[in-house]
């Protein structure tokens, strides 16, 4: 069935990509020590359209477990009533990616010891832009844009041909509601003809979104964390004296109680719990969650966990600043990341790569048209001496070329190419190059310039090209 597949290059890459990529994810998350909170997990079939039953997870004779990331969900993937289509719910810092790793990393070590099985490969979501495009045709192509490859030996199409590829898929919950939808269509209708796909996604929105995974057979619901569970977590990290803290006082008690909206008590949560055990100090009680991460933000920039940093992971890392001195202060650091979580809630991502901004990014638009003309400029003259040079090859030797000839073809030929290379990347290129033009048309005719962009433009271009009031 699956001879046309090519097993040398999967295992190349699920040993020297995936697993590495799973390791260290997991080791970011959890520390190198990678302690495990327990978690209890719940068996939810009602979220995947089957019947509604009172039926809880059971593991080997047990009536309810607690759920080992290296074990317990494994198990689960590949009960005889579920056989490999799972959805992993919980709420915001339940742990549900770090659930999804270590399910990863069990899955990859188990097709590496067992080769031309299954290929288990991580997707992020929040990449599905087109809403057009079907999950096989999308997995194809960031399997090539992740991975490389030569799409003519069309490895990957083998691949889900054969049906040989796992996808593990995170952050469904990553592309808002109304593409959230359309999105679980997508995969309603991929994971009907699929053998095996897990999809992991924030209990609440996938609530919201009121769409099943009809095509899934199982899912489970990382549940908040008990009182036991938090104080063995506490214990573990040596924090012990924080649990007497919470029960007795009001402010921390309130944080273990839903809210409101129904949310779940912040230090229920893992990573809540996890930032409080590093953070608390009675002296400066955190009383909110803002309050929490703002000492956590505090602490991590301070210098002397800075250069506690440095000596635990000498050797493992190479510091873009030889000192701490030398790194940037502590403003600047701050509006970086107010910047990089900005960028991140807007374009609904979870991951930043310095290699993936874009000018649109930059958050004052002057900024932006700044760039645009550059590169405007840069494109005219590139093209343009390019093109002239190439049409001067068809110009007779005997006939007479100008200065000003080879000027004007440069620019004609620079303004075609110009404007072609310069918005291909932006529907709003061409006004933004146009902004100086304009700009000296009304000086010349004495024109109101807003009130002349208006007509041209149904959105006033003085809202991408002028530079912000502060």
């Given amino acids: 069935m699956s001879s046309s597949v090519d097993w040398n290059w999967a295992l190349r890459l ?16 959890l520390g190198r020590d990678r302690c495990l909170m327990q978690l209890s997990i719940n068996e939810q079939l009602s979220w995947v359209g ?13 009536d309810r477990g607690i759920l080992d990331m290296h074990q317990m969900l494994i198990e689960t993937f590949g009960q005889d009533d579920i056989k490999g289509k799972l959805l992993i719910l919980g709420t915001p810092g339940a742990g549900k990616t770090t659930a999804l790793l270590s399910l990863a990393e069990q899955l ?3 097709a590496l010891d067992q080769p031309k099985t299954v290929i288990p490969v991580l997707f992020e979501l929040s990449t599905w832009r087109n809403d057009n495009q079907s999950i096989q045709d999308w997995l194809i192509e960031q399997l090539y844009d992740l991975h490389g490859g030569d799409r003519k030996a069309k490895r990957y199409e083998q691949w889900l041909d054969q049906q040989v590829l796992l996808p593990l898929l995170d952050g469904l919950d990553e592309l808002g509601l109304e593409r959230q939808k359309q999105c679980t269509r997508k995969l309603n ?18 609530a919201q979104a009121n769409f099943k995974l009809d095509n899934l057979r199982g899912a489970v619901c990382l549940e908040p964390l008990t009182d036991e ?7 573990t990290v040596n924090r012990p004296d924080l649990c007497p803290m919470i029960q007795s006082v009001p402010a921390l008690q309130n944080l273990l109680e839903s809210d409101d909206k129904g949310d779940v008590g912040l230090l229920r949560v893992p990573l809540f719990i996890s930032l409080a055990a590093k953070v608390y100090d009675p002296q400066y009680p955190f009383q909110t969650k803002t309050e929490l991460l ?13 250069e506690s940093d ?3 992971e000498i050797k493992q890392r190479q510091w873009a600043y030889k000192t701490p001195e030398l790194e940037p202060k502590r403003q600047k650091t701050l509006r970086t990341l107010w910047w990089i979580a900005q960028t991140l809630r807007d374009e609904n991502q ?11 990014n930059l958050s004052n638009k002057f900024r932006q048209w700044q760039y645009w003309l550059f590169l405007f400029i840069g494109n005219l003259l590139t093209t343009g001496t390019i093109a002239t040079v190439v049409y001067s090859q068809w110009i007779p030797a005997n006939h007479p070329v100008s200065w000003s000839s080879t000027f004007t073809s440069i620019l004609i030929f620079g303004l075609a190419g110009g404007f072609i290379f310069s918005t291909s990347s932006k529907a709003d290129g061409a006004r933004l190059i146009s902004y100086p033009f304009i700009q000296l048309y009304c000086l010349y005719h004495k024109r109101n310039y807003l009130e002349y962009t208006e007509n041209i433009y149904p959105y006033s271009i003085t809202s991408i090209c002028l530079p912000d009031s502060d």
């Fill in 108 to 110: 990859v070590c188990g």
């Fill in 350 to 360: 979870i991951e930043f790569l310095i290699e993936d901004i874009q000018p649109y």
């Fill in 14 to 29: 699920l040993r020297d990509k995936q697993l590495p990529d799973i390791h260290k994810r997991l080791t970011d998350t």
């Fill in 189 to 206: 209708e991929f994971a009907k003809h699929y053998p095996h796909l897990v999809v992991c996604c924030r209990v609440k929105e996938f």
């Fill in 229 to 235: 569970q938090i104080q063995e977590y506490l214990n």
């Fill in 310 to 312: 440095r000596r635990k």
């Fill in 294 to 306: 703002e000492q956590y933000v505090e602490r991590q920039l301070s210098k002397d966990v800075r």
């Fill in 50 to 62: 089957r019947l509604e039953a009172n039926r809880r997870l059971q593991v080997q004779g047990e």
